[in-house]
């Protein structure tokens, strides 16, 4: 079993969804089947089949987030520092063709959202940027084509 690489921020939140998932989707769905189960014949009610989907559903879920749990390897960010780009990194980078600025931490792949600039360590702008340093130039193949990014800053929060 290969280790999952995960910020500690990126562990509380699949322990919260866990959580989230047995606690409150649960016990939601068990009151749909025992609801589904009064209107009778279980082999045509609909409600009833629907309900025991949405709970293997949840179930598999559950198990999924507790393996990558069991599998993670939780990184302590804060204890981290240097010029070199790694896990857990927050780099500013501006984009060679456009001149815009952007910021991107190198988070898990189960913890990434783009939208808030938290890139998967296999993204491959992450991979581009892994061992690199500041003043450094990177390629990355995108769907749109290359795109070149400098790197202008390096921190570790």
């Known amino acids: 079993m290969d280790k999952i690489p995960m910020t500690i921020n990126g562990y509380e939140n699949l322990q919260a969804e866990i959580k989230r998932l047995k606690t409150t989707e649960r016990p939601q769905i068990i009151a749909a089947i025992a609801e589904a189960r009064k209107h009778g014949d279980l082999?045509?009610?609909?409600?009833?089949?629907?309900?025991?989907?949405?709970?293997?559903?949840?179930?598999?879920?559950?198990?999924?987030?507790?393996?990558?749990?069991?599998?993670?390897d939780v990184i302590d960010i804060s204890k981290?520092?240097?010029?070199?780009?790694?896990?857990?990194?927050?780099?500013?980078?501006?984009?060679?063709?456009?001149e815009k600025e952007a910021k991107y931490q190198i988070v898990g792949e189960f913890e990434s959202n783009i939208s808030e600039g938290l890139?998967?360590?296999?993204?491959?702008?992450?991979?581009?940027?892994?061992?690199?340093?500041?003043?450094?130039?990177?390629?990355?193949?995108?769907?749109?084509?290359?795109?070149s990014y400098e790197i202008i800053k390096i921190k570790y929060a």
């Open 80 to 98: 981290l520092s240097g010029n070199i780009v790694k896990f857990g990194a927050m780099v500013t980078v501006i984009d060679e063709d456009t």
């Open 43 to 72: 082999s045509e009610n609909a409600e009833y089949h629907a309900a025991k989907e949405q709970q293997a559903m949840n179930e598999a879920k559950i198990s999924d987030l507790e393996d990558k749990l069991s599998r993670a």
């Open 119 to 147: 890139i998967s360590i296999s993204s491959p702008i992450a991979r581009a940027l892994i061992g690199k340093t500041i003043g450094d130039s990177v390629e990355v193949a995108t769907p749109g084509g290359g795109k």
